[in-house]
């Protein structure tokens, strides 16, 4: 069985793919938030950490394809599983215990809507990085209404005690602190 460094190496050098610039970053700051909320995190969900955005570097589906942001819901639905399928195969070509495999794609399925301890911290992780790192590329991608969208989006899905932290955030560009202010 490959380690967790030699698959998040393997992560790392497929990350890159996407048409997403970020990519890598979130993912590494993702991994940083779980740590954060859950310091003794598994390899699974370390590995789903990382993984849970591969189907943009393999496949360039981005939500800029999605042209009708009211049914976000339904098209991050896809983007999880396309992800938890494409990061599953990866862990069987190296031989990983399936039980790892089968945590793994089911936190990846799970990343977006949580549901038991351990995806709603990937989710919350998932958030908090989006706050403190993407928010600058998304605005410039998709403009200020969507961004708007998207901050609300990514701030309803957050717990309690994960909304705390977002709002701790210091925002050193002033539009994006504006933004963030107006839409939370």
Avoid at 40 to 52: C, N, P, V
Avoid at 56 to 82: C, M, P, Q, W
Avoid at 94 to 122: A, F, M, P, R, Y
Avoid at 142 to 148: D, H
Wanted: charged share 35%; aromatic share 8%.
């Amino acid at each position: 069985m490959a380690s967790f460094d030699f698959i998040q190496k393997e992560i790392y050098s497929i990350l890159p793919e996407s048409p997403l610039d970020f990519e890598l970053m979130h993912a590494q700051l993702v991994l940083k938030w779980v740590l954060k909320l859950k310091p003794d995190a598994d390899e699974a969900l370390k590995i789903a950490a990382l993984a849970r955005d591969i189907d943009r570097a393999i496949t360039g589906i981005t939500e800029k394809d999605l042209s009708d942001y009211s049914k976000i819901n339904e098209f991050k639905k896809e983007h999880s599983v396309r992800s938890a399928n494409f990061i599953a195969e990866l862990l069987v070509k190296h031989g990983c215990q399936e039980e790892i495999i089968k945590k793994v794609k089911d936190l990846v399925e799970k990343h977006e809507v949580g549901g038991d301890s351990e995806s709603d911290i990937l989710m919350n992780a998932d958030s908090l990085a989006y706050f403190e790192y993407n928010i600058p590329s998304y605005l410039k991608r998709n403009g200020e209404e969507r961004t708007r969208e998207k901050i609300k989006f990514m701030f309803s899905r957050l717990s309690d005690d994960a909304k705390k932290l977002v709002k701790q955030i210091n925002f050193s560009d002033s539009q994006i602190a504006s933004l963030v202010k107006e839409s939370l």
